[in-house]
């Protein structure tokens, strides 16, 4: 099959015939993904990518203008079911900001130039992606971000500082959230640009975590450069391109992307070499487990579903899943094997010799802060589902250059 974008026909696939299709290709690519490729894992995924996107695989509800498939959610659902009952590392980790989320969000308010440009290199994991929203100042009061840009001929000049970025150092693309009118209201004097990370304007600052992984990064901009028309939206239009960016990152972290929870099946090995598979509080917290697992991939069937959903079940899954490992394996599972520290590639150090589990429980922190904390998600499914009151906003209608801020 051609890989140029457009050429997947979408045929009249039903899931049996896609997932054999799917069976087989997993089949064909598995030693790009093993270790003994002698790739670095980042080459192993990029290579995985490429294969998957060349044989129509890696875009499968994208429309086929776009290089896809143009098939629905089932099909996907299918694939991931799929790759997961093989072990495959479907999340392609150090990718999956760009195709959980900025691709997406490219692919749906781009311009014909953006989509031509990113979409298939993105796909194809040829560029990697990071995303730069959070600030010192703006975490879940995103809108008050003070990130500047401002126009210099054809180009837009960027000055300010994000955090958390996760896997700044490996990217060669940034979607950005800046300030280009300060005059107007927060909300409305956003614009979300696409910054190109390797410039002399970009410095990458690694932050070292808990688990010894440098995981996320400052950035600093300081003069940095984007093309003019690299603005995805329209300008000033930026808040609604974040909301739709975030909606794909709430779901493509529920659907299962970005960091994993514990699996219940080693947690259920580990009840077992621990001989507490009769503890009737141990069964009831492995019946927990395996009922959150069986739970999200449902709630990923369900289309049209607010992704706020699936992103708390997942929130709750990884840290109920690192309670329990933490238990079964004390005290063994304070013990700290191999040495990550500045490392950006966790590796596995998930204990898949049953033997370390402080990497998994000291990481699960992270899953209730990522993609927006679980206060926040409840407080959007409060306003925008449940019909509850709004929270107070005294800033509303404030140009923001008059809100009092601390930087
Ligand atoms: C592993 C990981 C990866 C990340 N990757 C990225 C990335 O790639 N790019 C990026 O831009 N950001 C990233 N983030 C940042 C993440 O989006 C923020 O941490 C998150 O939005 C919270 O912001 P904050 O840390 O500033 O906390 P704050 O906003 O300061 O919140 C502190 C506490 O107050 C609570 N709180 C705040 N406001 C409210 C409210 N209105 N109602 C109730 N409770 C509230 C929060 O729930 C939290 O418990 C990442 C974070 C983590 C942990």
């Known amino acids: 099959m051609s890989d140029e974008p457009g050429n997947h026909p979408v045929d009249g696939h039903d899931l049996e015939a896609f997932r054999t299709e799917v069976r087989k290709f997993l089949d064909q690519v598995r030693e790009l993904t093993s270790h003994a490729s002698g790739r670095s894992p980042l080459e192993q995924r990029r290579a995985y990518l490429a294969a998957r996107f060349d044989a129509?695989?890696?875009?499968?509800?994208?429309?086929?203008?776009?290089?896809?498939?143009?098939?629905?959610?089932?099909?996907?659902?299918?694939?991931?079911?799929?790759?997961?009952?093989?072990?495959?590392?479907?999340?392609?980790?150090?990718?999956?900001?760009?195709?959980?989320?900025?691709?997406?969000?490219?692919?749906?308010?781009?311009?014909?130039?953006?989509?031509?440009?990113?979409?298939?290199?993105?796909?194809?994991?040829?560029?990697?992606?990071?995303?730069?929203?959070?600030?010192?100042?703006?975490?879940?009061?995103?809108?008050?971000?003070t990130t500047r840009a401002v126009r210099d001929g054809d180009e837009w000049v960027v000055t300010g500082q994000k955090v958390w970025t996760t896997g700044a150092t490996d990217a060669d693309f940034g979607i950005l959230l800046a300030r280009t009118d300060w005059d107007v209201p927060k909300h409305a004097g956003i614009s979300m640009l696409v910054l190109p990370m390797r410039q002399p304007g970009v410095e990458v600052r690694p932050l070292n975590q808990m688990t010894g992984v440098a995981h996320f990064n400052e950035v600093f901009m300081d003069g940095a450069r984007v093309p003019y028309d690299w603005v995805i939206g329209e300008e000033g239009n930026g808040w609604r391109m974040a909301v739709a960016l975030l909606a794909h990152e709430r779901s493509s972290i529920g659907a299962g992307g970005g960091r994993q929870p514990i699996p219940t099946e080693r947690i259920i090995a580990l009840a077992r070499s621990a001989g507490m598979t009769a503890d009737p509080l141990v069964r009831q917290d492995l019946a927990r487990l395996t009922t959150g697992t069986r739970i999200i991939q449902w709630l990923n069937l369900r289309q049209g579903i607010h992704p706020s959903i699936p992103k708390l079940w997942r929130s709750r899954q990884g840290c109920h899943a690192a309670q329990v490992a933490s238990g079964l394996a004390f005290p063994g599972g304070a013990a700290w094997l191999g040495d990550p520290i500045g490392t950006t590639e966790p590796g596995d150090f998930l204990g898949a010799d049953g033997s370390h589990w402080a990497y998994g429980i000291c990481d699960s922190t992270a899953h209730s802060l990522g993609g927006g904390t679980d206060e926040v998600q409840k407080n959007t499914l409060g306003e925008r589902i449940l019909g509850l009151p709004r929270e107070p906003t005294p800033d509303r209608g404030l140009p923001f250059s008059q809100v009092p801020r601390n930087n």
């Open 56 to 145: 129509g695989l890696g875009a499968i509800d994208y429309p086929v203008a776009d290089g896809g498939r143009g098939l629905d959610r089932r099909y996907v659902e299918a694939f991931r079911t799929e790759a997961a009952s093989r072990d495959f590392d479907l999340h392609a980790s150090g990718f999956g900001i760009g195709i959980g989320m900025c691709l997406p969000t490219i692919r749906d308010h781009g311009s014909d130039d953006l989509r031509r440009r990113f979409l298939r290199s993105g796909l194809r994991g040829d560029e990697v992606w990071c995303q730069l929203y959070s600030e010192p100042g703006a975490g879940s009061d995103l809108a008050g971000l």
